[in-house]
C-alpha cells in the first residue's frame, strides 16, 4: 500500500508543469554549456594567452611526484600525479562566463516582463464627477453644496 501511496505522489509530482520546465532548461543549459566551453576555449583563452606572452593555463600544474614536466600531457605519459590548477581555472572563468550570461538574460526578460505588465496595466479609473445625496440617495454633482433634488445642504467633496 505505501508503494501505491508513493507511486502516485510521484506521478503527481512528475505531472506537475514546473518539472516539465526544469528538465528543458537543464536539457537546454547542457547545451549551452558547449557554447560557453568552445567561447571560453578558442575566443577568450588564447587573447589571454597572447596578453600574457603565450601561456597557457592548462599547463599550468604541479607535478606531485616531485618531477619536472614540459607539459600535462608529458607528466600524465610518465605516470605522475598532478595538481591541474590551470584547469581549474579555465572552468571558473567558464563558470563566470556562464553565470554572467545568464544574470543578463534574466535581466533581459525580467526587463521586458515589466515593460509587458506596465503597457497591460488599465489607465486609472477618472475622478468622480458625482455624489449620493446622504439624505435622499438620489446622484447630484460632485461639488453640489445643496441636493437639487430634496434641498438638503451637503457638503462639497474637496479635491
Known amino acids: 500500500m505505501a508503494k501505491k501511496g508513493i507511486i502516485k505522489e510521484f506521478g503527481d509530482f512528475i505531472k506537475r508543469g514546473n518539472v516539465v520546465d526544469m528538465a528543458v532548461g537543464v536539457i537546454i543549459g547542457g547545451a549551452f554549456k558547449g557554447i560557453i566551453d568552445s567561447l571560453v576555449k578558442d575566443v577568450i583563452m588564447p587573447v589571454i594567452s597572447l596578453a600574457t606572452g603565450g601561456i597557457d593555463f592548462n599547463n599550468w600544474f604541479v607535478a606531485l611526484d616531485g618531477g619536472t614536466y614540459e607539459t600535462l600531457e608529458a607528466a600524465k605519459e610518465a ?5 591541474n590548477y590551470g584547469t581549474f581555472l579555465n572552468v571558473v572563468l567558464n563558470f563566470l562566463i556562464m553565470a554572467l550570461v545568464v544574470f543578463v538574460m534574466v535581466k533581459s526578460i525580467n ?3 515589466e515593460k509587458a505588465q506596465k503597457k497591460e496595466e488599465p489607465a486609472p479609473a477618472p475622478a468622480p464627477t458625482t455624489k449620493v445625496c446622504p439624505y435622499c440617495k438620489s446622484t447630484i454633482a460632485i461639488d453640489a453644496t445643496k441636493c437639487p433634488h430634496c434641498t438638503s445642504d451637503v457638503e462639497a467633496e474637496q479635491n
Open 79 to 83: 605516470g605522475a600525479a598532478t595538481l
Open 111 to 113: 526587463t521586458m516582463r
